[in-house]
Each structure stands twice: as C-alpha cells, then as structure tokens.
C-alpha cells in the first residue's frame, strides 16, 4: 500500500466501517472504552488540581484577589 491511498483505509464514516477491523490488536470498542476512561480521568485530575489551589489559597489567611486588583 504506498502512501498515496493509505488515506482511504483510515477514512471511517461510521463505527460499521470498522466492525472488523483491529487497530493495534483490538477492535473499536474497546478504543472508545479506553478514550472515555481517558476523558474521565483527566478531568478528574483538571477539578483535583483546581480544588487544590482553591484550599491553599484559602488556608494561607490571605485574601483571595482578583487578577486585575
């Protein structure tokens, strides 16, 4: 396969045009466990590291100021 008609296996339109097919060993649905596992976990860590600087800031007796003061 050269590189010029390679872009026409990675074009899918919908989850059936890849029914079949392994990409690294295993099959579409499992990708989009992985890619919600993913999501999930980043966003968990994105609030974690907001509510962390909330309660630092807050514990630290000063006043929380706004970036323009």
Not at 25 to 40: E, S
Request: aromatic share 18%.
């Amino acid at each position: 396969m050269t590189l010029i008609f390679s872009h026409h296996f990675f074009i899918f339109t919908t989850n059936n045009d890849v029914q079949d097919l392994l990409i690294f060993g295993h099959n579409i649905d499992a990708w989009l466990i992985y890619v919600l596992i993913f999501f999930g976990l980043t966003s968990l860590a994105f609030v974690s590291v907001w509510l962390i600087g909330f309660v630092i800031e807050s514990q630290s007796g000063k006043s929380v100021k706004q970036p323009w003061e």
